[in-house]
């Protein structure tokens, strides 16, 4: 899924112009309604639990006119109408006029939330037979349904009063208009819906109309995410008699949850805009670290960043973004995409009648292996672990555990219903088990529950590190001695053999850290001791951020960590019930993490040294003295002690 805002000259420019009539290009004086027939796209549609305060139907047909006003607006959908009704029983325009209000007029008027399922769900609903497409739309529009219900719930927040500083929740819902395409800009099979939601509600203290927080929606886009990929897999697999399996997309990332027994081959075949994509990408990254100003330093940092590869590829997509190609019909598209699929596979174009009856087969063998129930104290202690790795500096909120919660059930139920609240319940025990509240609110938003600042129990003590920029890496060429060919350097690399340096992903630390944590809380149920009580050895196999600490002195928590020893240490976890793939890859993985760790302490050493005090021979009871006191309790951080 993903968001972006709507503002009124958007939905004039953009929005009524292109994306609601697939995506093309409308015409000049042709109406919405025509357009979307030439265009080969159904009508939108109204749904929210807001429709009966304006007066909507749920599944009516959107009309231009409405969303005009109330996109375009910020006014009542029916603002004409009620204008004129109003005029004719003798109103004063501007009495009139105030009539079709909705509150106060605001620049961002709704924000756009796009769904589309897997890609392997995309390959079955556009290769199946009608029963297959008919019940993967209706997965999709209840996921939809789910998520903007949770959204009316739990997310939206309408803040009034002086800056804000008031928040109250949407007392009757909100209103959004769902628009459906079929195809991509490369013509393949991309089934998604535009959900246009509208940021106006009524406030549920005093009745009045307000307009939600963009930044709450904003803020809670992976966890809408990982929702709506949860329940649509669910869905099509509990009609459909499916089941789901990890798939790794790209190494040392997130694996993606598929439906299992559709050939991966054909994901491929729907790829090419992805494919354009990674080119235009990889360009863009080499100019990224190797851009310098007239003075010849780097303009940018000398590596690639998590962020900065998001940024970049999103102007990756915009210059390799096609013309719409000519519009057809949705029986049209489903018989071209056979033709075009079974031209793909050659010699393996028999498995296009055979898709459905595959993914049966291995969804059975699949089935019989997950267990229905689970485990709520193991799952916290593996979402904790990951937000921890993956979070920068080991904070974290309380969205960030919901959205590991809800990917890891995808995980573990493969295609399966799962109990209502269980992703609740799994936050909860792990916020009461194994997080540290560590708020420091000054504002009243920092004391709501879900601005709550958290940081894992076995995070080392102490404020966060401050966030700095990375330093430029050293040239591994400088002490070498100038080629004996000048002209060979001025020859142009090619794009494969551009060394393209990037941030290591986390995401391998962060299985590592959850698999060595869950085994750990399993002993320590059948032994009841301690599971925080960890050995030297152990300590070692977390990543540099991932300090188990016991009932120790606090000047022993502080020493650091020697190097990694190997062999103690798969002895050690040997006796965690591990596999023999797992205890290899700890072992691979406590190799990397000891040069990482080395290299943090060097530079912790470098910053220590550096904030030394001048004057060594000040007496330490009088820089205590100086020093404010802080008590610790709840909501509060740990705090120097007397």
């Known amino acids: 899924m993903d968001i972006a805002p709507i503002t009124a000259g958007q939905m004039y420019r953009y929005y009524l112009r292109q994306v609601l009539v697939g995506d093309g290009r409308r015409p000049g004086r042709k109406s919405l309604r025509k357009a979307q027939q030439d265009a080969g796209v159904p009508p939108g549609r109204w749904m929210g ?371 209502p609240g269980l992703d609740d319940r799994i936050v909860k025990e792990a916020i009461a088990a194994h997080c540290t509240d560590i708020t420091e609110a000054r504002t009243e938003r920092g004391e709501e529950p879900g601005y709550r600042l958290y940081t894992a129990r076995w995070a080392p003590p102490g404020p966060p590190s401050v966030r700095r920029r990375l330093p430029a890496a050293p040239d591994p060429a400088a002490d070498r001695e100038p080629s004996a060919d000048p002209a060979g350097l001025l020859l142009p690399l090619e794009p494969g053999e551009w060394d393209i340096p990037r941030v290591p992903l986390r995401h391998d630390r962060a299985v590592i850290a959850s698999a060595v944590l869950s085994a750990r809380l399993r002993i320590a149920r059948r032994t009841g001791r301690d599971p925080y009580g960890v050995f030297a050895h152990q300590q070692a196999a977390m990543p540099e951020q991932l300090f188990l600490f016991g009932q120790e002195e606090k000047s022993e928590r502080r020493q650091k960590a020697g190097p990694v020893d190997v062999a103690a240490l798969r002895t050690d976890l040997e006796a965690l019930e591990l596999t023999a793939s797992q205890l290899s890859r700890l072992g691979r993985a406590g190799l990397r993490l000891a040069a990482l760790r080395q290299g943090a302490n060097e530079r912790a050493d470098r910053a220590a040294a550096g904030s030394t005090p001048s004057a060594p021979d000040a007496d330490p009871s009088s820089q205590q003295r100086q020093q404010p006191r802080r008590e610790s309790g709840h909501g509060r951080g740990p705090g120097p002690r007397p």
Request: charged share 25%; hydrophobic share 45%; net charge positive.
């Open 49 to 419: 639990r807001g429709l009966h305060v304006l007066g909507l139907g749920l599944g009516a047909e959107v009309t231009e006119a409405q969303l005009r006003s109330l996109f375009g607006e910020g006014r009542h959908p029916d603002a004409g109408r009620l204008v004129a009704e109003q005029l004719a029983a003798g109103k004063k325009p501007a009495a009139a006029f105030r009539a079709g209000a909705l509150g106060r007029r605001v620049k961002v008027t709704g924000a756009d939330l796009v769904f589309r399922p897997q890609a392997t769900l995309q390959l079955l609903w556009a290769l199946g037979d009608e029963e297959t497409r008919t019940a993967i739309e209706a997965a999709h529009e209840r996921a939809i349904a789910v998520v903007l219900a949770w959204i009316e719930d739990d997310v939206a927040v309408i803040r009034y009063g002086a800056q804000g500083v008031h928040r109250t929740r949407p007392a009757r819902g909100l209103v959004a208009a769902r628009f459906r395409h079929y195809e991509a800009r490369s013509g393949m099979p991309l089934l998604h819906d535009h959900l246009l939601l509208s940021l106006k509600g009524l406030r549920d203290n005093d009745g009045k109309w307000g307009a939600v927080h963009s930044t709450a929606l904003l803020e809670s886009t992976v966890a809408a995410s990982a929702l709506y990929n949860e329940v649509v897999m669910a869905e099509a697999c509990e009609a459909l008699g499916l089941a789901s399996e990890p798939r790794t997309v790209t190494p040392g990332r997130r694996p993606v949850m598929e439906v299992a027994g559709v050939p991966h081959e054909l994901i491929r075949w729907t790829s090419r805009r992805g494919e354009q994509i990674a080119a235009c990408l990889t360009e863009l990254e080499h100019e990224y670290v190797t851009a310098t100003d007239d003075d010849g330093n780097l303009k940018f940092a000398p590596v690639v960043s998590e962020r900065a590869r998001a940024r970049l590829n999103r102007v990756a997509a915009r210059k390799t973004r096609p013309t719409k190609p000519r519009a057809r019909s949705l029986t049209q598209l489903r018989e071209d995409w056979r033709a075009s699929a079974r031209d793909f596979l050659a010699a393996g174009a028999y498995l296009i009648d055979f898709l459905l009856e595959r993914a049966r087969a291995a969804a059975a063998a699949i089935r019989a292996r997950v267990v229905a129930v689970v485990d709520v104290a193991l799952v916290a202690v593996a979402v904790t672990a990951t937000v921890f790795v993956m979070n920068k500096d080991g904070c974290f909120h309380r969205r960030h555990l919901l959205a590991e919660a809800r990917r890891h059930l995808a995980l573990v139920q493969r295609g399966r219903h799962r109990g």
